[in-house]
C-alpha cells in the first residue's frame, strides 16, 4: 500500500507519468494548469488530471495510522468533431484500470461523479479512478 509521506498529492507524479503513455494523447494537464488554459487554444486530445477528493474509513485509529482512499478525475479533451473519442476513453482505461503506478495503486475505475460536457467546440469526457494509501497522522 503507497505511504503518503511529505506530499498529499504524491499520487499525481505516477498518474502523469501514465498518461502521458496513452497513444494519440498530445498533452496532460495537472490541475494547477488549468486555470491558465483558454478553451479554444487548449491542445487536443489532452488528459485533464485532478483530485477529486478521498474516504477514509471510520476507525478508531484514524487519527495515527489512517488507510484512506483517494478518487482522482481523469478527463479527456477532444475537439468535437474528434471521431476517436471511444478509442481514447478505452486508452485511458487500459493505461489506468488495475496497474500499480511507481508504489501506487492497483488503480480501480469506479463510477464518475460528473457527467460528460459539451461545449461550442469540446466534449470532455471524465472518468475516476481510486487507490488505497497509508498516512500517518500525529504520534
Known amino acids: 500500500m503507497f ?4 506530499d498529499y498529492f504524491a499520487a499525481q507524479h505516477p498518474l502523469k507519468q501514465a498518461l502521458e503513455q496513452v497513444p494519440g494523447i498530445k498533452r496532460v494537464y495537472l490541475s494547477d494548469e488549468l486555470a491558465d488554459i483558454k478553451e479554444d487554444r487548449q491542445t487536443t ?13 471510520e476507525s478508531k485509529n ?11 478525475i481523469v478527463v479527456l479533451v477532444v475537439r468535437k468533431q474528434d ?3 471511444g ?13 500499480v503506478l511507481n508504489g ?3 488503480w480501480l475505475r469506479v463510477n ?3 457527467k460528460p460536457q459539451f461545449t461550442k467546440g469540446h466534449a470532455y469526457y471524465p472518468l475516476a479512478f481510486t487507490c488505497q494509501m497509508r498516512l500517518k497522522g500525529a504520534l
Do not use: V
Open 104 to 106: 501506487t495503486g492497483p
Open 62 to 72: 484514524a487519527g495515527y495510522l489512517m488507510q484512506l482512499t483517494q478518487t482522482w
Open 83 to 85: 471521431t476517436n473519442a
Open 3 to 6: 505511504e503518503i509521506t511529505t
Open 45 to 57: 486530445p489532452s488528459i485533464h488530471l485532478m483530485y477529486y477528493g478521498d474516504n477514509l474509513p
Open 112 to 114: 464518475t461523479p460528473a
Open 87 to 99: 478509442e481514447h476513453i478505452t486508452n485511458i482505461i487500459r493505461a489506468m484500470a488495475g496497474k
